[in-house]
């Protein structure tokens, strides 16, 4: 806590929103949990070039305060619910964090580490990740199962909440503080000379090396196979392309030191033949992605294929002439290319949503524009077109918001799609955005897209902060009807739900009773959770059941449901309260 105090309160201040937002059920903390996560590298790396840089107490606490600064920064460019968020706020979220930990492997260098001391130092980090993230998973399974016990045992009714909560505390908080309590020192490490651990001489000989070996062999024989055939690369290379890259160069990093020992002969031999296999792989790869560029425009896969291609035929060049040459520059390079690649025109956003929608306007281009305006079409466009309309528009909505295409839309239909747009959560509102803009072009003679991608699950729990309204009734049952599951017995009263998601079913002796109500009620929700909400009060959240003899009052605790597209929701857990007279 003493030595990183900046790194243990982003992990304090995160792991408090992320229970709070699990206890509330809430999506409103998203950006301070985003935040806490991303201070955990950045605090981190200023600690270490603070310690072995800034010796001066005023400076290297300027420095840290900077860094939180920028955190809250971050905190403060993004919404606080995650339900608002387009694609492209996860996407830089992602680069940021693993551009941030590159910067963590690199900062002993940018703190005046020689080689020996910036390999042993980053070795000495993985192998404590490794043993915390043992410590944190053991830990969290026997704590788990020892609640879980506990809730058995004893009848303690242990909100599933609480399982979430704990994951939360182990991963959160346990494992930051645990694994920083075993960091190294950041100054001059004694410890750091010419040994090679012999674990790691098997991990990366026995593991990391034959599986390099078995997909160089797998490319280069499809390299042969595209020679004979004159054909194309498939699209799908990247897969195998990237992961020769990532295990190939994580064992060339394990085996830096290894190269230049001579009981270790096969380490240089990997050194100096592993990059120039490497090269012209990379090769291949940026060919299958321009292929895939010049028909179908850049997207964010395809722009971030390119730039790795790029960037392996560069690294691959440099190491093939120079074996000996430093390995900090790898760490050095992603880190500049994840957080440069983020933010400006030459962006992974700027560029993808430039190349969509000049997409959109040549498939358009000449009857569906006018005055540079969606139109609708003279005539009638061919179904490839239709769709290729609608996946370039699900995508532009789905990625950057309905303002990346509002200035192409007519002002009427711009207004009607925002407000669809605005009414709806996650893939609903994109579905309904997108199917408006093909109706508008078509004149409503497209079919409707097959959207069992376009799920939206909808979740809403009881807000309890009230308590129950139980007066007037005499018993109180709660039970758990998901669907397909055998029929509850609750006092008078026997309910189900029907395998398939349908409304709940009500019997009392056998004779069935009229649930409308409920299943009222339950719409009610859906379109309640459609909009946002995710408690809501128990009037909200009630409705009744009658029979002959006796009333009931059935108060939903907890209602998650999955929708495709536009059509009704169906049930995937109920829980509920009944109150009986």
């Not at 394990?254 to 592993?274: M, T």
């Not at 790898?330 to 190349?355: D, E, K, Q, R």
């Not at 959240?541 to 495709?564: C, G, N, T, Y």
Request: aromatic share 12%.
């Amino acid at each position: 806590m003493g030595r990183f105090p900046f790194v243990c309160l982003a992990a304090l201040v995160g792991a408090f929103a992320a229970i709070m937002a699990v206890d509330n059920a809430s999506t409103s903390f998203a950006n301070v949990i985003m935040a806490c996560a991303l201070g955990l590298p950045v605090m981190f790396a200023l600690r270490v070039v603070v310690e072995r840089r800034l010796r001066g107490r005023g400076a290297g606490l300027a420095l840290e305060i900077a860094g939180i600064l920028l955190v809250a920064a971050y905190a403060w460019s993004v919404p606080s619910d995650c339900s608002k968020f387009t694609g492209m706020v996860w996407i830089r979220y992602g680069l940021l964090i693993l551009g941030l930990h590159f910067a963590v492997a690199f900062a002993p260098c940018f703190a005046g580490a020689d080689e020996a001391e910036y390999w042993h130092f980053n070795w000495r980090l993985f192998g404590r990740f490794a043993l915390t993230t043992l410590y944190s998973g053991v830990l969290y399974l026997g704590l788990a199962a020892a609640l879980a016990s506990s809730d058995k045992l004893f009848d303690l009714k242990v909100d599933a909440k609480r399982y979430a909560e704990l994951w939360i505390v182990m991963a959160g908080l346990f494992h930051p503080l645990f694994f920083l309590s075993g960091v190294p020192p950041a100054d001059r490490d004694p410890a750091a000379g010419p040994s090679y651990p012999n674990g790691l001489r098997a991990f990366a000989q026995f593991a990391l090396a034959p599986l390099v070996v078995v997909y160089v062999a797998i490319l280069y024989a499809y390299a042969v196979k595209i020679i004979v055939r004159w054909s194309w690369p498939h699209g799908w290379i990247a897969m195998p392309v990237s992961v020769l890259a990532v295990s190939g160069i994580l064992a060339a990093l394990l085996l830096q030191p290894a190269r230049n020992l001579d009981s270790e002969r096969w380490a240089r031999w990997y050194w100096k033949y592993f990059y120039k296999a490497l090269a012209p792989l990379s090769v291949l790869l940026m060919l299958s992605i321009w292929r895939r560029e010049s028909e179908y425009g850049f997207t964010e896969w395809r722009y971030y294929g390119m730039v790795m291609g790029v960037w392996l035929l560069a690294t691959s060049l440099f190491y093939a002439f120079r074996p000996g040459a430093s390995t900090r520059a790898i760490p050095a390079s992603l880190s500049i290319i994840c957080l440069l690649t983020v933010w400006g025109p030459w962006s992974v956003f700027s560029v993808s949503m430039a190349s969509q929608r000049h997409r959109l306007v040549s498939t358009l281009q000449p009857d569906g524009l006018e005055n540079g305006l969606v139109a609708p079409a003279k005539g009638t466009l061919p179904p490839k077109e239709v769709e290729a309309v609608r996946s370039i528009v699900s995508h532009l909505i789905r990625t950057y918001g309905i303002e990346s295409i509002s200035d192409l839309l007519p002002k009427d239909l711009r207004e009607k799609v925002a407000s669809a747009y605005a009414g709806r959560n996650g893939f609903a509102g994109e579905y309904q955005a997108t199917q408006q803009i093909v109706d508008f072009i078509t004149g409503g003679k497209a079919a409707a897209a097959k959207v069992a991608h376009h799920q939206q699950v909808l979740s809403v729990d009881l807000d309890l902060a009230g308590g129950l309204p139980v007066d007037g009734y005499a018993r109180l049952y709660h039970a758990c009807i998901c669907p397909g599951q055998p029929e509850q017995t609750l006092g008078e009263l026997s309910v189900r739900s029907p395998a398939g998601g349908a409304m709940p079913e009500f019997r009392s002796h056998g004779e069935r009773l009229d649930g409308a109500a409920v299943a009222a009620r339950i719409r009610a929700v859906e379109d309640s959770a459609a909009k946002g909400a995710r408690k809501l009060a128990p009037s909200e959240m009630s409705a009744s059941v009658v029979s002959v003899a006796h009333e009931w009052l059935v108060i939903i605790d907890k209602a998650s449901m999955r929708r495709v597209g536009g059509t009704p929701a169906t049930l995937t857990e109920l829980d509920i309260y009944v109150l009986e007279k």
